[in-house]
């Protein structure tokens, strides 16, 4: 069974520059891909950024793109390269893994959450 875990999140001020981790760990054959997602504080969870394992294909959502940056090492560890970042970036930033044959850009697609990781982007 794949566990994963996320580091990397902190305190940064508006237009900085973070990057998150996670790392996956046992059964990581199985994977065909991974994404990363975020909850703001009384929000819902949404989708962020993706990456097809085979192909290395990436998705992302429009509120993101041109900003953020989904890639990955040869040990199964997958980055989240945030740039230009705004306060209404600030949730709680979790990985996790696809499920084969779904929707990339729909949350419910996701399972294996790991704990998640805070960024906090101050104005």
């Known amino acids: 069974q794949v566990q994963l875990v996320e580091s990397g999140g902190g305190l940064v001020q508006a237009g900085g520059s973070l990057r998150v981790s996670c790392a996956a760990s046992g059964g990581t054959s199985s994977i065909q891909g991974m994404g990363w997602l975020r909850q703001a504080p009384g929000k819902e969870r949404e989708f962020v950024a993706a990456?097809?394992?085979?192909?290395?294909?990436t998705y992302y959502a429009d509120s993101v793109k041109g900003r953020f940056t989904i890639s990955r090492d040869n040990a199964n560890v997958v980055y989240l390269q945030m740039n230009s970042l705004k306060p209404e970036d600030t949730a709680v930033y979790y990985c996790a893994l696809h499920l084969y044959g779904g929707d990339w850009y729909q949350s419910d697609e996701y399972y294996g959450w790991g704990q998640g990781t805070q960024v906090t982007v101050s104005s």
């Open positions: 990456m097809r394992w085979s192909g290395g294909r």
